[in-house]
């Protein structure tokens, strides 16, 4: 009975030995197939040593360079925008007349509106101040107009008589010229020129048809732009009041700002241009006269309308004057015509546009070009009209609103801070005792300087 406990005791201790031995394999195959914590992961067994390393796959965006991400982004964006510009062409092509009869309207007022300012000054009421400026504008414009038409009616017999004594003068001259051409070599042309009218007379025909269209929306357009004057005149401060609120809010500030600049900018253009144009005609109708040219009258009335249309206007008009002057006259009147021109022209681009137009309204000679050819593309001759002007207020409008902006990131930014506080810390007076550092106590601590929280005035970026 003494060995029983003692065998009992072996087989004990022979299964408390082979427990812990099942725990430590239990626990290295825990170990190898997961985690700890319980979770299932993959038991991937490594490679072996021979087999030749793979570098991993950079993301797909990592991939593409730089410089190439950036062209996308801006790329995409582009093409948006020339979506957007290309639908609002359309919508204006398609509302044309409309949109260059208020675009005239707005013109007109710039030019009539600082008389109406004047006349309230003076005590008038506004309509009546209103009502004043604009029969008198509107009385001035139809004289001209009407001036215009009258001479030319009371000249053409003159000019036509002019013209075929010229055209025969140009025949003898080209039969004597060194050009060896013949009489019937003229008279060729002559007929080629006659069939030519006699072939397309359908074509002239539905031109005049289509002219008298012309002359019905060309009326439409004027009855529009008179109406739109009265009441750009009469309430034009609260009609750009109502048109600031289809702007989102967070614009409106700054557009409230750009708003009376770009006013400014569109009255000193008009009034320097009208003033430009109407000393061209004068001093250029002066020299047609006294060198006795027909229709001198006309000619200095369209020099003024053309001086509208900056370089290519004067070009044209200056054109037709020396070629009057070459048709009715001869070689050396047409030759000091041109001298007059061109004089008179050097004197406008160097003196009389710095002077009177300002810097204001100053546009680059490349930019004016362009405009003016863009603007005759889309719109004929009152797109090339309107076109300087458009691009002098884009000029006020877009360089206020980046002032404005850098001020307002300026204003509303978060404050320097580290090295940068340093750097721009303003400099004590000689003499005075240097503010110590934020976050240290001295005994010459005072009290904080007040903070003030007015806005900082608005920056000078155009004309007051």
Same mark, same amino acid.
């Given at each position: 009975?003494?060995?029983?406990?003692?065998?009992?005791?072996?087989?004990?201790?022979?299964?408390?030995?082979?427990?812990?031995?099942?725990?430590?394999? +239990?626990?290295?195959?825990?170990?190898?197939?997961?985690?700890?914590?319980?979770?299932?992961?993959?038991?991937?067994?490594?490679?072996?040593?021979?087999?030749?390393?793979?570098?991993?796959?950079?993301?797909?965006?990592?991939?593409?360079?730089?410089?190439?991400?950036?062209?996308?982004?801006?790329?995409?964006?582009?093409?948006?925008?020339?979506?957007?510009?290309?639908?609002?062409?359309?919508?204006?092509?398609?509302?044309?007349?409309?949109?260059?009869?208020?675009?005239?309207?707005?013109?007109?007022?710039?030019?009539?509106?600082?008389?109406?300012?004047?006349?309230?000054?003076?005590?008038?009421?506004?309509?009546?101040?209103?009502?004043?400026?604009?029969?008198?504008?509107?009385?001035?414009?139809?004289?001209?107009?009407?001036?215009?038409?009258?001479?030319?009616?009371?000249?053409?017999?003159?000019?036509?008589?002019?013209?075929?004594?010229?055209?025969?003068?140009?025949?003898?001259?080209?039969?004597?010229?060194?050009?060896?051409?013949?009489?019937?070599?003229?008279?060729?042309?002559?007929?080629?020129?006659?069939?030519?009218?006699?072939?397309?007379?359908?074509?002239?025909?539905?031109?005049?048809?289509?002219?008298?269209?012309?002359?019905?929306?060309?009326?439409?357009?004027?009855?529009?732009?008179?109406?739109?004057?009265?009441?750009?005149?009469?309430?034009?401060?609260?009609?750009?009041?109502?048109?600031?609120?289809?702007?989102?809010?967070?614009?409106?500030?700054?557009?409230?700002?750009?708003?009376?600049?770009?006013?400014?900018?569109?009255?000193?253009?008009?009034?320097?241009?009208?003033?430009?144009?109407?000393?061209?005609?004068?001093?250029?109708?002066?020299?047609?006269?006294?060198?006795?040219?027909?229709?001198?009258?006309?000619?200095?009335?369209?020099?003024?309308?053309?001086?509208?249309?900056?370089?290519?206007?004067?070009?044209?008009?200056?054109?037709?004057?020396?070629?009057?002057?070459?048709?009715?006259?001869?070689?050396?009147?047409?030759?000091?015509?041109?001298?007059?021109?061109?004089?008179?022209?050097?004197?406008?681009?160097?003196?009389?546009?710095?002077?009177?137009?300002?810097?204001?309204? +100053?546009?680059?000679?490349?930019?004016?070009?362009?405009?003016?050819?863009?603007?005759?593309?889309?719109?004929?001759?009152?797109?090339?009209?309107?076109?300087?002007?458009?691009?002098?207020?884009?000029?006020?409008?877009?360089?206020?609103?980046?002032?404005?902006?850098?001020?307002?990131?300026?204003?509303?930014?978060?404050?320097?801070?580290?090295?940068?506080?340093?750097?721009?810390?303003?400099?004590?007076?000689?003499?005075?005792?240097?503010?110590?550092?934020?976050?240290?106590?001295?005994?010459?601590?005072?009290?904080?300087?007040?903070?003030?929280?007015?806005?900082?005035?608005?920056?000078?970026?155009?004309?007051?």
């Amino acid at each position: 009975m003494s060995k029983l406990p003692g065998w009992l005791g072996r087989v004990g201790a022979e299964l408390t030995e082979l427990g812990e031995r099942l725990g430590e394999r +239990r626990a290295e195959a825990a170990g190898d197939d997961g985690p700890a914590d319980g979770s299932v992961r993959d038991n991937v067994p490594a490679p072996p040593d021979y087999a030749p390393s793979v570098a991993a796959k950079p993301e797909p965006v990592a991939a593409i360079p730089w410089g190439m991400r950036v062209a996308a982004e801006a790329a995409w964006r582009l093409v948006v925008l020339a979506i957007l510009l290309w639908v609002l062409m359309k919508i204006i092509s398609t509302v044309q007349l409309v949109v260059m009869a208020f675009v005239g309207a707005l013109l007109v007022t710039a030019l009539l509106q600082p008389t109406v300012a004047r006349l309230k000054k003076w005590g008038l009421p506004r309509g009546l101040a209103t009502a004043v400026t604009a029969f008198a504008g509107f009385i001035v414009m139809g004289l001209i107009g009407w001036f215009v038409v009258w001479q030319v009616v009371e000249n053409i017999d003159v000019l036509s008589d002019r013209v075929t004594d010229g055209i025969d003068e140009l025949k003898r001259w080209l039969l004597n010229s060194p050009f060896h051409v013949t009489e019937q070599q003229i008279n060729d042309l002559a007929k080629s020129l006659s069939d030519a009218i006699g072939t397309n007379t359908e074509e002239i025909t539905s031109a005049g048809i289509q002219g008298v269209t012309v002359v019905v929306e060309l009326l439409t357009g004027i009855l529009l732009a008179v109406f739109s004057t009265l009441f750009l005149l009469y309430d034009g401060r609260r009609i750009w009041e109502w048109s600031l609120r289809l702007f989102p809010a967070a614009a409106r500030p700054g557009l409230a700002g750009a708003g009376p600049r770009a006013w400014r900018t569109l009255t000193a253009y008009v009034r320097g241009t009208l003033i430009v144009a109407l000393i061209d005609a004068v001093f250029i109708g002066l020299g047609l006269y006294f060198l006795d040219v027909p229709l001198a009258v006309p000619l200095a009335v369209f020099i003024f309308l053309g001086a509208f249309i900056p370089l290519v206007g004067a070009v044209i008009s200056g054109a037709l004057a020396v070629v009057v002057a070459l048709v009715t006259q001869d070689v050396f009147t047409a030759l000091m015509v041109l001298i007059v021109v061109l004089a008179v022209q050097q004197i406008e681009g160097h003196v009389l546009q710095p002077f009177i137009l300002g810097r204001a309204v +100053r546009v680059h000679p490349l930019a004016v070009v362009l405009a003016v050819a863009t603007g005759g593309l889309v719109a004929g001759i009152a797109g090339a009209v309107v076109a300087v002007p458009l691009v002098a207020v884009t000029n006020t409008v877009v360089g206020y609103l980046r002032a404005y902006s850098q001020e307002r990131s300026l204003r509303d930014g978060p404050g320097p801070h580290g090295a940068t506080a340093l750097d721009i810390a303003p400099t004590p007076a000689p003499g005075a005792t240097a503010a110590p550092p934020a976050g240290s106590a001295g005994p010459a601590a005072g009290p904080a300087a007040p903070v003030s929280d007015a806005p900082p005035a608005e920056p000078r970026n155009g004309q007051e």
